[in-house]
């Protein structure tokens, strides 16, 4: 039975001029502790000819489903380095999920629609978190101990600088952080290059 800790981390995404930040991912690296990978599912599902969530993280070792809600065809790819894959055209739910078992980010498109992409965060850490509107997300029940606190965005320029924190039991330490983004030209690109930055996970740096 899992223990129940107390401790968490709330953390606030702005940008530089002061405006919270959605669909950031907020995760926590435990320091000199092993992780296992995860073995659960998943979703990214295809609606209105968009993909749903635009970012989803995962941990390493999590497959994801791929349904396509909608009515029309889509063909669903990805080239990225972390995983390469494509669907064959279709309707309805794929029966078998993609195993996503290295970290990265995997930049998601679809053949028959341009316009439409997304982005699956590859954590090597189950401590994580995305900010919703109001900007902020919090990780709780995370074991005493030290932890990296990074922030990856898909419209930044670079990731910002991750934060060291020692928590204990029952403790709750809130920290914020600021996102430049990149340029529109690079966050409207449909395979974002952003993934080359974060190809390792653990440490935040490519």
Same mark, same amino acid.
């Given at each position: 039975?899992?223990? @129940? ?9 702005? *940008?530089? /001029? ?15 502790? *092993? ?6 599912? @998943?979703?990214?599902? /295809? ?10 993280? #995962?941990? +390493? ?14 063909? +669903?790819?990805?080239?990225?380095? @972390? ?50 509107? @109001? ?22 320029? $670079? $990731? ?5 924190? #020692?928590?204990?039991?029952? $403790?709750?330490? $809130?920290?914020?952080?600021? +996102? ?27």
């Amino acid at each position: 039975m899992a223990t @129940a800790w107390g401790a968490s981390v709330a953390v606030e995404v702005r *940008d530089p /001029q002061g405006a919270m930040l959605t669909d950031a991912v907020v995760y926590a690296a435990p320091e000199g502790k *092993d992780v296992p990978p995860s073995n659960r599912t @998943a979703v990214m599902d /295809q609606k209105n000819k968009t993909f749903v969530p635009r970012v989803l993280p #995962v941990q +390493v070792g999590t497959s994801v489903k791929f349904p396509n809600s909608d009515d029309i065809q889509h063909q +669903v790819y990805s080239f990225s380095p @972390a995983k390469t894959f494509q669907l064959p055209l279709y309707k309805g739910t794929p029966s078998n999920p993609i195993l996503f078992s290295t970290p990265g980010v995997v930049t998601l498109g679809c053949n028959i629609h341009d316009k439409m992409n997304a982005f699956i965060v590859i954590l090597g850490t189950p401590y994580f978190e995305k900010t919703e509107a @109001a900007g902020r997300a919090e990780i709780r029940s995370l074991p005493p101990g030290k932890y990296t606190i990074h922030v990856w965005h898909p419209d930044m320029a $670079e $990731e910002p600088a991750a934060q060291s924190i #020692v928590i204990n039991e029952n $403790e709750r330490a $809130e920290l914020s952080f600021t +996102v430049t983004p990149a340029p529109a030209a690079l966050t409207s690109a449909p395979l974002n290059k952003l993934e080359d930055k974060f190809k390792k996970y653990g440490n935040g740096r490519p």
